[in-house]
């Protein structure tokens, strides 16, 4: 008898599918604006988008600009009580709204300025609600903070994998060892420093990552782009995001033209910086007026993506995986669990095995045999993406419409009602049991929310720059 309870938990826990996470996709894809329901669309087929966390703890100790922080958001102290009521009450929101599974940034300001353990904690609690969290930093902080975050007192392992998404540009003033970057290449020593913390790390403690590269783009780093690519891509980050700066959050931070750096020149320089043509149509994430993505891989120092849009064999293989993979959850499975749902799911469609031996086979001859042998048959899996947020003076009356059910006839704020609707990255608001996009956060709710923040949290002790600037060369600690 326990030999048949347990293979009939196995067999439960190895079904492909999730009706939770199978039914939160339906529900996404009819929610879709009908222009945005293409070929490539990730949503709804196979995810419901990424979600963000707010108000937990909005002060930052750089100074950046632009900056999506509203004036109010160092005026609030960070506490982890209260990082891990809201949290609590986020995350049990979005799991109610979007399903079971979804990656989730812990962000809303600094956060390295959380204990490690309050990190830590946090991190847990996103876990337990089904969220594949990622923390967001400026990275400006010791292999020592790192180590705690990662390990219990009792010095075993509290996680197996941490995500990050690490912000570096030369427009965030205040970092340790160099106040104000004069060029975007004086921050690769930093940007080394940090990935080789999370190397030490699985070196010495077991401890897999995954590093994602932020950076604002502005008409004064925009030609810099393609350097930052050509010379980072190698340092161990897996996902290279850049977003166009918009006129969001504290106007007195509002320094340049911002709108000078547009998408398709931005698009261009991160061409430019991995030396080929990126295809955002393949896959899309929301509209693509907000959002562009090219995923693919290096061998040595040449880019190559992982299906080619140009290739209907390479379609092929896409809309088959929709198909058969859409509705497998991916996010937060166990490598063996994700393994054994896959196989099923080949057992029960065996001609996906010949699909994904033939995609190996092509895609191995497009980067060439040779290459692969004398790379070793090394491969690193890197994404590009950028994100286009939009600016504080159409969101605002454009969702102010859309809340009372209204259709904006104005051209510039019905494109804006058309990419909210279509948004790839959403934050939960318990207090009403609403999900709203990132850009009506920011726009909209952020200085009401951090107001009050203000009065709930004050600042009891101010830590200033001065306090900071021990000039810490950019070296492993």
Same mark, same amino acid.
């Given at each position: 008898?326990? !030999?048949?309870?347990?293979?009939?938990?196995?067999?439960?826990?190895?079904?492909?599918?999730?009706?939770?996470?199978? =039914?939160?996709?339906?529900?996404?894809?009819?929610?879709?604006?009908?222009?945005?329901?293409?070929?490539?669309? $990730?949503?709804?087929?196979?995810?419901?988008?990424?979600?963000?966390?707010?108000?937990?703890?909005?002060?930052?100790?750089?100074?950046?600009?632009?900056?999506?922080?509203?004036?109010?958001?160092?005026?609030?102290?960070?506490?982890?009580?209260?990082?891990?009521?809201?949290? %609590?009450?986020?995350?049990?929101?979005?799991?109610?709204?979007?399903?079971?599974?979804?990656?989730?940034?812990?962000?809303?300001?600094?956060?390295?300025?959380?204990?490690?353990?309050?990190?830590?904690?946090?991190?847990?609690?996103? /876990?337990?609600?089904?969220? @594949?969290?990622?923390?967001?930093?400026?990275?400006?902080?010791?292999?020592?903070?790192? =180590?705690?975050?990662?390990?219990?007192?009792?010095? %075993? /392992?509290?996680?197996?994998?941490?995500?990050?998404?690490?912000?570096? &540009?030369?427009?965030?003033?205040?970092?340790?060892?160099?106040? /104000?970057?004069?060029?975007?290449?004086?921050?690769?020593?930093?940007? =080394?420093?940090?990935?080789?913390?999370?190397?030490?790390?699985?070196?010495?403690?077991?401890?897999?990552?995954?590093?994602?590269?932020? *950076?604002?783009?502005?008409?004064?780093?925009?030609?810099?782009?393609?350097?930052?690519?050509?010379?980072?891509?190698?340092?161990?980050?897996?996902?290279?995001?850049?977003?166009?700066?918009?006129?969001?959050?504290?106007?007195?931070?509002?320094?340049?033209?911002?709108?000078?750096?547009?998408?398709? =020149?931005?698009?261009? @320089?991160?061409?430019?910086?991995?030396?080929?043509? !990126? &295809?955002?149509?393949?896959?899309?994430?929301?509209? $693509?007026?907000?959002?562009?993505?090219?995923?693919?891989?290096?061998?040595?120092?040449?880019?190559?993506?992982?299906?080619?849009?140009? &290739?209907?064999?390479?379609?092929? $293989?896409?809309?088959?995986?929709?198909?058969?993979?859409?509705?497998?959850?991916? %996010?937060?499975?166990?490598?063996?669990? !994700?393994?054994?749902?896959?196989?099923?799911?080949?057992?029960?469609?065996?001609?996906?095995?010949?699909?994904?031996?033939?995609?190996?086979?092509?895609?191995?001859?497009?980067?060439?045999?040779?290459? !692969?042998?004398?790379?070793? *048959?090394? $491969?690193?899996?890197?994404?590009?993406?950028?994100?286009?947020?939009? &600016?504080?003076?159409?969101?605002?009356?454009?969702?102010?419409?859309?809340?009372?059910?209204?259709?904006?006839? @104005?051209?510039?704020?019905?494109?804006?009602?058309?990419?909210?609707?279509?948004?790839?990255?959403? *934050?939960?608001?318990?207090?009403?049991?609403?999900?709203?996009?990132?850009?009506?956060?920011?726009?909209?709710?952020?200085?009401?929310?951090?107001?009050?923040?203000?009065?709930?949290?004050?600042?009891? @002790?101010?830590?200033?720059?001065?306090?900071?600037?021990?000039?810490?060369?950019?070296?492993?600690?």
């Amino acid at each position: 008898m326990r !030999l048949i309870a347990a293979l009939r938990a196995l067999e439960r826990a190895t079904r492909p599918y999730d009706p939770g996470f199978a =039914a939160a996709m339906e529900r996404r894809w009819a929610e879709l604006p009908e222009a945005v329901r293409t070929p490539g669309q $990730v949503l709804g087929r196979h995810g419901v988008g990424c979600e963000g966390t707010h108000g937990v703890f909005p002060k930052c100790n750089l100074k950046c600009t632009p900056c999506y922080h509203s004036r109010d958001a160092n005026q609030v102290r960070v506490d982890g009580p209260h990082t891990h009521e809201q949290l %609590t009450a986020q995350m049990g929101l979005l799991r109610e709204l979007r399903g079971p599974r979804a990656h989730t940034q812990l962000i809303g300001g600094e956060v390295s300025l959380l204990t490690p353990d309050d990190h830590a904690t946090a991190l847990a609690i996103m /876990r337990d609600h089904g969220r @594949e969290p990622m923390s967001f930093t400026h990275g400006d902080f010791d292999y020592h903070y790192l =180590a705690r975050l990662a390990l219990g007192p009792d010095g %075993t /392992r509290r996680f197996g994998r941490l995500s990050f998404a690490a912000h570096f &540009d030369k427009f965030m003033y205040g970092r340790r060892g160099i106040e /104000r970057p004069p060029s975007e290449r004086s921050l690769n020593p930093y940007r =080394a420093r940090f990935a080789a913390m999370f190397r030490r790390l699985r070196r010495e403690h077991g401890v897999r990552f995954f590093l994602a590269h932020n *950076m604002t783009v502005t008409p004064g780093n925009l030609d810099e782009v393609a350097g930052v690519i050509r010379d980072c891509h190698a340092m161990g980050y897996g996902m290279f995001s850049f977003q166009p700066a918009a006129f969001l959050g504290d106007e007195r931070r509002w320094k340049e033209r911002y709108r000078e750096a547009t998408p398709d =020149a931005v698009w261009a @320089e991160i061409e430019r910086g991995t030396g080929t043509r !990126l &295809d955002y149509h393949v896959f899309e994430n929301g509209d $693509v007026r907000c959002n562009r993505t090219a995923y693919g891989f290096y061998v040595g120092r040449r880019w190559y993506p992982f299906l080619d849009g140009d &290739d209907p064999r390479d379609l092929a $293989v896409r809309d088959a995986f929709f198909r058969w993979f859409g509705k497998v959850t991916f %996010t937060g499975t166990p490598p063996a669990l !994700l393994a054994a749902r896959v196989l099923r799911v080949v057992a029960r469609h065996p001609s996906t095995a010949v699909t994904a031996l033939r995609w190996l086979a092509r895609t191995a001859r497009r980067v060439g045999w040779m290459r !692969l042998a004398r790379h070793r *048959m090394r $491969v690193r899996p890197v994404s590009f993406v950028m994100h286009q947020f939009m &600016d504080a003076d159409v969101v605002a009356p454009a969702w102010e419409l859309m809340q009372r059910g209204e259709q904006a006839t @104005e051209p510039r704020l019905r494109e804006t009602q058309e990419r909210l609707a279509a948004c790839h990255y959403a *934050m939960a608001h318990p207090e009403d049991g609403t999900v709203v996009p990132a850009c009506v956060q920011h726009a909209v709710l952020d200085p009401a929310e951090n107001a009050q923040l203000r009065t709930l949290l004050p600042i009891v @002790e101010v830590r200033t720059t001065a306090d900071r600037s021990s000039a810490t060369p950019p070296k492993e600690k």
